[in-house]
């Protein structure tokens, strides 16, 4: 280790940044959101350090830097266009005891300012010594992909609870792995779901137990709703990423594919409960079933669906079982199919010049009824987006154009949309079966209905390997 990684507290302390640019706004705004009284010399103030300054209300003024200016200060930064004005500062900086960070200078540095993560409390700094400072950058970038937002809420909550808790478990190695339930398990869960209340709850019921001297309570497992978006991974969220990492046992649909199943826990119980038309691998109600169980076995429990859960995916009739028997969930919101297909489709589902309203359907009727209100449905300005239609789309052509809608109104169909293999059919509404037929498309598919349709040809931006578009 080249370099002693430490945390200085400047808050109300002066620091000297020299320099007026983007160099200089980055270190002024740093250092005044850590609480130091920053002052900045130089000419002028460029328009990033101009606004800083007035938001933050950071000091200013022009003319020399001397001996006078690094009097008593916590941090002093040479960040000027002028090598020699950064010499000065150093120089001076070095007789008067203040440590001092030259920008692009690492010579001229006794600390580094390393790439920073900052959840509201809880930092992670990166540094290569200066050496490197775009991989150090590179690295932060993979740490925003995993570490929650609301780390610093989770630190603030334990922190409340840090002298009551030493109070009642004595035994520092019991105390250790008491923590690390908390901050691993169900009540980091509930703190990052903005659920704090329920979270102290939870910690109340365990410390009474322990104070009390009765048996450590059961395992207490939990169900997490993620949607997986339409397929690409790259879409997944932050939070369905770090659940997709903690989870003990998924159960998965026929829509998750391998580079989302892979990005599941290796170790983790894998269970398929895929459902197709007219094939129930397993049974609405039994998923909830299952569900029960393995929560109340004390596993964290996994349910991957794809899109979004409360789009057509059934997620609220699995909440309803979790709810009946006490289970904890949370859901994790996905991209539903029709932002996702569209978007690489190059279809935008609103357009000033087009559709002012967009609405979901889906085209998966009970008993081969649709059901679907096309009086609502069929109105100027308006994008119809239906979902799990393709085996009925003979039958809704014909009630489309039966309720008053235009044959000739443009549509499309993305198969398999966001997929590498993604393909679009896009045409007259009249003309889209056999268009499809020709094509042979097959599920999972999506149907798109109105004139935003015809703007593809300008906007579409994603190229899929076999992309096989009729019109």
Not at 7 to 33: H, N, W
Not at 56 to 84: P, Q
Not at 391 to 401: A, F, G, I, T, W
């Amino acid at each position: 280790m080249d370099l002693l990684p430490v945390f200085q507290d400047v808050k109300g302390r002066p620091v000297l940044v020299v320099g007026g640019g983007t160099a200089a706004a980055r270190k002024a705004e740093l250092v005044s959101r850590a609480g130091a009284a920053v002052t900045v010399i130089a000419p002028g103030l460029g328009e990033d350090l101009a606004r800083l300054a007035a938001e933050r209300g950071i000091a200013h003024r022009t003319g020399d830097v001397g001996a006078a200016d690094l009097e008593g200060c916590a941090l002093a930064f040479g960040a000027s266009d002028d090598m020699a004005l950064n010499e000065l500062v150093y120089d001076l900086a070095v007789a008067a005891g203040v440590p001092v960070n030259i920008v692009d200078r690492p010579e001229l540095c006794q600390f580094i300012m390393p790439a920073i993560l900052d959840r509201d409390g809880v930092v992670v700094a990166v540094s290569s010594g200066g050496d490197a400072p775009l991989l150090t950058r590179m690295m932060k970038a993979r740490f925003e992909t995993l570490v929650p937002t609301a780390y610093g809420r989770l630190a603030r909550f334990g922190g409340a609870w840090r002298d009551r808790v030493k109070a009642a478990i004595t035994d520092g190695d019991l105390r250790r792995r008491f923590w690390e339930n908390v901050f691993e398990g169900p009540v980091a869960e509930l703190v990052f779901s903005g659920r704090e209340s329920e979270a102290a709850h939870a910690m109340e019921a365990q410390l009474d137990d322990i104070a009390g001297g009765k048996a450590a309570r059961g395992p207490v497992g939990e169900v997490w709703l993620v949607g997986a978006g339409p397929g690409d991974p790259d879409l997944l969220t932050f939070r369905a990423l770090r659940l997709m990492q903690q989870a003990e046992v998924v159960l998965y649909d026929r829509l998750i594919g391998d580079g989302i199943l892979n990005m599941v826990r290796r170790d983790a119980e894998r269970i398929y409960v895929g459902k197709a038309a007219k094939n129930h691998t397993v049974p609405q109600e039994d998923i909830g079933h299952m569900l029960v169980r393995l929560a109340g076995e004390g596993k964290r429990v996994l349910r991957l669906k794809g899109g979004d859960p409360f789009i057509f995916g059934r997620g609220g009739e699995e909440i309803e079982a979790l709810a009946a028997e006490g289970i904890p969930f949370q859901v994790v919101p996905g991209i539903t199919a029709a932002s996702g297909c569209a978007c690489y489709a190059g279809i935008p589902l609103t357009h000033r010049d087009h559709a002012q309203a967009c609405v979901f359907v889906t085209g998966h009727g009970k008993d081969e009824k649709l059901g679907l209100d096309w009086e609502a449905l069929i109105r100027p300005g308006q994008t119809i987006v239906i979902y799990m239609g393709l085996s009925m789309l003979p039958k809704l052509v014909k009630e489309y154009c039966a309720h008053g809608g235009a044959a000739d109104m443009p549509a499309a169909i993305v198969e398999k949309g966001t997929h590498p293999d993604q393909r679009v059919v896009s045409g007259p509404i009249g003309e889209l079966p056999s268009l499809a037929a020709k094509a042979g498309l097959g599920p999972p598919s999506l149907i798109i209905i109105g004139t935003v349709v015809t703007l593809r040809g300008d906007l579409a931006w994603y190229e899929a390997e076999e992309e096989a578009e009729i019109v």
